[in-house]
């Protein structure tokens, strides 16, 4: 299975990215953020960093750039583009999925090790996963989602929430909401499943030494799921 | 032509940095301070000498890349 990730000017989990994808046996290519076109690919991950400095907004410039609309173009005719952290706040300025990205409630750089629970399975990231709730890791200042009433009432009925922030046994309380993200919201899907935007990094999960194998388990279901 | 725009946040989004600078300013004795929002100013030197015509394309820079109008609204407020 053919994967892509973005690299653009001040990303830093593009090889990251790259290493978790290649570890599962995706054939990974780093993308450049100013090539006109995106090679075959069967995923695109825009991956975590701090795109353009952050000038603007997270992920404004970053999602005018040369390459994006090859993205867009990918996503709009059912490619599986997932977006991690500064990846979502790119996205999210695409519009490919509703709401934006908020300064932390509490003007906080979060980086620590946070515990999401799945909403549905019924994507190609999460189906056939055996567990509700994964650990994953969170490093950011823009990741309070928001959105409006309106998109909050499309979001659920379409059921696009892809995860929510809980604690350890899958309860989704306001204390185990890290960034003051409306309703404890993690991660969005678009309305047809196929675009995913999460601030938690599955990537940094992926070594059993260094931290814990919940990345594993959702890059290797991920492969199957593509095949 | 130089055409300003102000970007501000709309009423209901959380705004953590004004809620901040609101307490530091009672801190500072700054009493009589009901609110403050903060938002961002641009000023952008167009390449058009029709006011009119400088006006609409600063607007939709501001509707395409300036402003999220998710949460937040722009304001064209001077033209030289």
């Known amino acids: 299975m053919k994967s892509s990730v973005i690299t653009f000017p001040g990303s830093n989990c593009d090889r990251d990215m790259d290493v978790a994808l290649k570890k599962f046996g995706f054939k990974n290519k780093m993308v450049w953020h100013n090539d006109p076109e995106l090679p075959k690919s069967d995923l695109v991950v825009l991956p975590g960093g701090f795109s353009y400095g952050d000038y603007l907004r997270c992920g404004s410039v970053a999602s005018k750039s040369k390459i994006m609309q090859s993205v867009i173009n990918f996503a709009k005719s059912g490619g599986l583009v997932m977006g991690i952290c500064n990846g979502f706040q790119i996205l999210v300025e695409t519009g490919l999925v509703p709401g934006v990205l908020l300064r932390n409630k509490y003007l906080e750089f979060i980086c620590k090790n946070v515990f999401v629970k799945l909403d549905n399975k019924d994507n190609p990231y999460f189906k056939n996963l055996e567990k509700d709730i994964f650990e994953f890791h969170i490093a950011h200042n823009e990741g309070n989602y928001f959105c409006t009433e309106d998109q909050l009432k499309e979001i659920k009925d379409n059921n696009q929430v892809a995860i929510y922030y809980c604690n350890n046994d899958g309860k989704i309380e306001e204390e185990f909401n890290p960034n003051g993200s409306i309703k404890n919201i993690a991660g969005i899907l678009n309305k047809e499943k196929n675009v995913l935007g999460m601030m938690p990094h599955p990537e940094r999960m992926i070594d059993s030494c260094l931290s814990g194998e919940d990345g594993s388990l959702f890059f290797k279901n991920l492969l199957n799921n593509i095949k | 032509m ?79």
């Open chain 2, 2 to 80: 130089k055409i300003s725009a102000i970007i501000t946040l709309k009423k209901d989004v959380l705004d953590p940095q004004g809620k901040v600078i609101h307490q530091t300013l009672e801190g500072m004795n700054f009493k009589n301070v009901n609110e403050v929002r903060q938002g961002k100013y641009f000023e952008i030197d167009v390449n058009e000498n029709d006011p009119k015509k400088a006006k609409e394309i600063v607007e939709d820079m501001c509707e395409k890349l300036l402003a999220n109008l998710v949460i937040e609204n722009y304001k064209i407020i001077e033209i030289q």
